[in-house]
């Protein structure tokens, strides 16, 4: 059976495209709000990060009305470090909105969560964005959208896909380049005719793959997924299987059912096959495993995530300041909240070491675990992290690394400087192309080439460049690659930081602290050009005499401190360094914190 009243969409792009602005015109123009409702720019980032960032992290459902016709639409994140999001939520849609930016064009994770798009054999809306930017190159972004799908291996029914010319922003669609649209009727009324209604059996078994994980504190773990076959009821019994059979088969009940209207969960009494829906009352739910009826268990097959590419250490804080802000410190507490969010991450794995105080943690990329850190901090957890690794395989007995696609759109006088920096990374030049005064690069770099990266590309580019990047494939290891350049300064005592010693210690290098900052032996306060790393007491006080020299007691001037943010400090660390994170803190720090016993350790 063809229901014609339901389409089941996700819309995909690539960071700063604008999907969820678009998604909020949605919403508007489908009469989700009422006309005097106050509401929030970007409205589906609920998470306070996602607000803050100004990115999706979590893909999150919504659905609108349109022509007695209920449009349910997953918002997904652009990031590549979460596309383990994007590749799950594409098994509960029967189509994809790929929305391109009409100046930037396709990049890096256009074509990553294009190609998953593909694979599932989706119907495809092609919308090309921000038609109002001076900058937009409306017909040559059509064609290399084409192009794209051409490099990908599109079928005919893909390449034939509508395109349409929209403003997310203004909240108007057009189906003509030439043509301003006034509201998003031809985007809807595409929809409708393009992408096509879930043919489903409503007679069969229940059957629902579980494709997203919420939590609510009242009723425990909801499960979100499309039901495949069949119709679903409140208080009906039911068999939780695995088709990779990572757990055996056990029964459970649905306590609560919810279908999403707006931005609203509503409760109801049953729903049928084709419906995205949210349930509670089976407790151990997790992503990938099917709700079956009990009379007859069929697992359904869920999608191979793509494997993590980076990992990291997460430690017990032993510093002289642990405990002081912290809440949850102890391992016990940092190992139960860890492998809580495996629950709900997909990409991410959490394994125990030989040590009860340390585990290490793999993910997408630095920014996939800067955010899990940031998260940790922010519900009261102290502990400490070690310098993000590339994770190498061995494939036919030969050692290889992680490899990126790295895309960069570069103004003309800095590509002297970013070629050189590749050069030194072992990026290899794919592409360059002009675009406009400025030049698109293509190179594929290992992934621990990018580590440290980003902050000298701005620097390198004077704060135009834009960077962006996704993982392609394992290659032969490429050799060493010189990580960093600058040397730390490290406190030489413990204290509390004094302006006298700070002034000294700041023709050394930059400052991470400012005055009246207590700090430890051992504790990194600043870096400093020169490649080896150099002993500062910022605790040294002014010694009193009664004898006085004119303009001696002038005011010292300090130069303001370099505020790290965690992806800065991550970037930042060397190999014999850690980063103490606490809910207040974020403090760089020698794993070896005696001066005395490190450079025993250092020069024997």
Same mark, same amino acid.
């Given at each position: ?15 700063? %495209? ?60 652009? %990031? ?41 054999? %989706? ?28 490099? $990908?291996?599109?079928?005919? @029914? ?69 039901? @495949? ?49 949210? !349930? ?52 016990? %507490?940092?190992?139960?909240? $860890?492998?809580?969010?495996? &629950? ?27 955010? &899990? ?9 102290? !502990? ?194 850690? $980063? ?25």
């Amino acid at each position: 059976m063809v229901r014609n009243d339901l389409r089941n969409i996700a819309i995909i792009a690539h960071v700063d %495209h604008g999907k969820t602005t678009l998604v909020d015109q949605m919403l508007k123009q489908a009469g989700t709000f009422r006309e005097n409702q106050v509401v929030e720019e970007r409205v589906m980032d609920s998470n306070a990060i996602e607000r803050e960032r100004g990115i999706t992290i979590l893909a999150k459902n919504t659905s609108v009305r349109y022509k007695d016709t209920k449009i349910n639409i997953v918002d997904t994140p652009g %990031h590549a470090d979460f596309s383990g999001e994007v590749e799950r939520i594409l098994k509960m849609v029967d189509g994809v909105i790929l929305l391109v930016d009409s100046a930037e064009g396709p990049m890096p994770q256009t074509r990553f969560v294009l190609q998953k798009a593909l694979e599932f054999g %989706h119907k495809i809306i092609i919308v090309i964005n921000k038609i109002d930017r001076p900058d937009a190159r409306l017909n040559e972004v059509g064609d290399e959208v084409l192009e794209l799908l051409l490099n $990908l291996d599109a079928n005919d @029914e893909q390449l034939d896909s509508p395109i349409i010319y929209c403003s997310g922003r203004d909240g108007t669609a057009s189906m003509s380049p030439n043509v301003p649209g006034e509201d998003l009727i031809p985007l809807f009324d595409q929809i409708l005719d393009h992408i096509p209604a879930p043919e489903v059996d409503m007679e069969g078994d229940m059957q629902m793959l579980v494709s997203s994980i919420d939590y609510n504190e009242y009723v425990g773990r909801i499960g979100i997924g499309r039901i @495949e076959r069949g119709s679903m009821k409140v208080g009906q019994p039911v068999t939780v299987a695995d088709y990779h059979d990572r757990v055996k088969p056990y029964n459970g009940k649905i306590v609560t059912l919810y279908t999403i209207e707006g931005l609203a969960r509503t409760p109801v009494d049953s729903c049928t096959a084709g419906d995205i829906v949210c !349930f509670s009352g089976i407790e151990n739910i997790t992503i990938g495993e099917t709700l079956c009826a009990q009379s007859n268990v069929e697992p359904l097959p869920f999608v191979k995530i793509s494997e993590p590419t980076v990992e990291m250490f997460f430690m017990v804080n032993d510093s002289p300041f642990a405990g002081k802000d912290g809440k949850f410190v102890t391992s016990r %507490h940092l190992r139960e909240r $860890l492998f809580r969010e495996l &629950l709900k991450d997909v990409s991410l794995r959490v394994s125990e070491t030989d040590t009860t105080d340390a585990f290490r943690v793999s993910g997408r990329g630095e920014m996939h675990l800067s955010i &899990l850190i940031e998260n940790l901090r922010r519900e009261g957890y102290e !502990f400490q992290v070690g310098a993000p690794k590339a994770l190498m395989k061995e494939i036919d007995g030969v050692k290889c690394e992680p490899i990126e696609r790295m895309i960069a759109d570069v103004p003309q006088d800095a590509l002297g400087s970013v070629m050189e920096k590749m050069g030194a990374r072992k990026g290899e030049l794919v592409t360059m192309n002009p675009k406009g005064d400025r030049m698109r690069v293509e190179f594929l770099v290992p992934a621990r080439g990018l580590f440290g990266y980003r902050n000298e590309f701005l620097t390198d580019t004077k704060g135009e460049g834009v960077l962006s990047s996704v993982f392609h494939s394992y290659q032969p290891y490429k050799g060493e690659i010189q990580k960093r350049s600058q040397g730390s300064l490290i406190a030489f005592e413990t204290g509390e930081a004094i302006t006298y010693g700070l002034y000294n210690a700041q023709e050394r290098g930059t400052l991470f602290i400012g005055a009246g900052t207590p700090v430890y032996e051992g504790m990194v306060v600043g870096c400093t050009p020169k490649s080896e790393d150099i002993s500062v007491n910022v605790c040294k006080k002014k010694q009193l005499t009664n004898t006085r020299a004119s303009g001696s007691d002038d005011a010292l001037r300090l130069v303001p401190p370099r505020q790290m943010s965690i992806e800065a400090a991550l970037e930042f660390l060397a190999d014999d360094e850690l $980063l103490e994170v606490t809910p207040n803190n974020l403090r760089i720090r020698k794993k070896i914190l005696s001066n005395q016993l490190r450079m025993k350790k250092n020069h024997g």
